[in-house]
């Protein structure tokens, strides 16, 4: 099994009961899907989902549900569908309304000690990174197809490489790049990273996976329109790995955890109350103890809304935390 990230916290912050309905929008190894069937049996549902058909497969195969009958296979429903689909999907099953939701925008062991995969490079593969294989361009034909200043704009922005023109004239210069293998080597020869533990090539991976799956932008959709999907009292607990990521879940959860009340002459252009109030000011990380563990939970952030009644806003439902 894959080792779920903050998965203690996970189950505290999302709160599984029986008779809930939970979204899981990651699915990954499982782990997490798992832990939420676990604490809200027996009748508790969930909708896993996941834009890499492999996940959906290899889950499927496994018992979750330990000694399981058919009542007990009801309970989980799996699907192929990107994060900002899944909205839709819910609507489409009449899953409704949400008692939680979890996002873990982390990538899977299963990915990334893959190498056909293409998502990492200590072992050689081809130069894919698609999250789902059967549509989209592979990051090897997304670096043909762009220009400089894109692949520069994109390095520097999602990846914070350092000397990012630099890198890009060189993958420019050493083109066609078919491997994962192949990329490595052309970034290691022109740059390096602020830190001696990290390979030069980490970032422009990470800022390439970033691209190809056009993730920031799914995640941006997703979250208002899965926070109108939960009930009242119903949590959304979202796990980030990358800055741009956090603070994109940070200013969400911001905006709609506040009122907004018109004024004449200030510029406000929408009148509404707070959707959500913040179940932690904070990020939660991961202890130090799951950190040796599992090296690659270190960079963790979970941040946690709580959906609330209709009308209530921000000023009745806030903790004291919180104002």
């Known amino acids: 099994?894959?080792?779920?990230?903050?998965?203690?916290?996970?189950?505290?912050?999302?709160?599984?009961?029986?008779?809930?309905?939970?979204?899981?929008?990651t699915l990954g190894g499982?782990?997490?899907?798992?832990?939420?069937?676990?604490r809200s049996a027996p009748d508790g549902r969930v909708l896993a989902t996941d834009a890499d058909a492999e996940a959906t497969r290899r889950v499927a195969a496994l018992d979750l549900i330990p000694g399981q009958d058919a009542g007990d296979q009801a309970r989980l429903q799996l699907r192929q569908c990107w994060l900002d689909e899944t909205p839709a999907l819910v609507r489409a099953l009449g899953f409704l309304p949400l008692d939680g939701v979890l996002i873990d925008l982390g990538l899977s062991s299963f990915q990334l000690d893959e190498p056909r995969r293409?998502?990492?490079f200590m072992r050689d593969g081809p130069l894919d990174m698609r999250f789902d294989q059967a549509r989209g361009l592979a990051a090897a034909d997304w670096i043909d197809q762009q220009d400089a200043g894109e692949l520069t704009r994109v390095l520097r922005e999602y990846g914070d490489v350092p000397h990012a023109a630099r890198v890009t004239e060189a993958i420019w210069a050493a083109r066609p790049i078919r491997t994962t293998a192949q990329l490595r080597d052309v970034v290691a020869k022109v740059t390096k990273t602020r830190s001696s533990k990290i390979h030069p090539a980490t970032l422009v991976f990470q800022a390439l996976r970033i691209a190809v799956n056009d993730e920031l932008r799914r995640l941006q959709t997703a979250l208002p329109e899965l926070i109108g999907l939960l009930a009242p009292s119903g949590r959304m607990a979202v796990i980030t790995f990358h800055s741009l990521e956090d603070r994109i879940?940070?200013?969400?959860f911001r905006r709609e955890?506040?009122?907004?009340?018109?004024?004449?002459?200030?510029?406000?252009?929408?009148?509404?109350?707070?959707?959500?109030?913040?179940?932690?000011?904070?990020?939660?990380v991961p202890a130090a103890e799951e950190v040796a563990a599992n090296p690659r939970s270190r960079s963790a952030k979970l941040r946690v809304a709580e959906r609330l009644q209709d009308g209530e806003g921000a000023s009745d439902g806030a903790s004291e935390g919180d104002r």
């Open 249 to 252: 879940v940070k200013e969400v």
């Open 257 to 284: 955890s506040r009122d907004v009340v018109a004024q004449v002459g200030f510029g406000v252009q929408e009148e509404r109350r707070s959707r959500v109030r913040l179940v932690n000011k904070d990020p939660i």
């Open 1 to 25: 099994m894959h080792v779920p990230v903050l998965f203690d916290e996970v189950m505290t912050a999302l709160r599984p009961r029986s008779g809930g309905r939970y979204l899981d929008c």
């Open 30 to 38: 499982g782990g997490h899907t798992q832990g939420i069937l676990t």
């Open 118 to 120: 293409g998502f990492a």
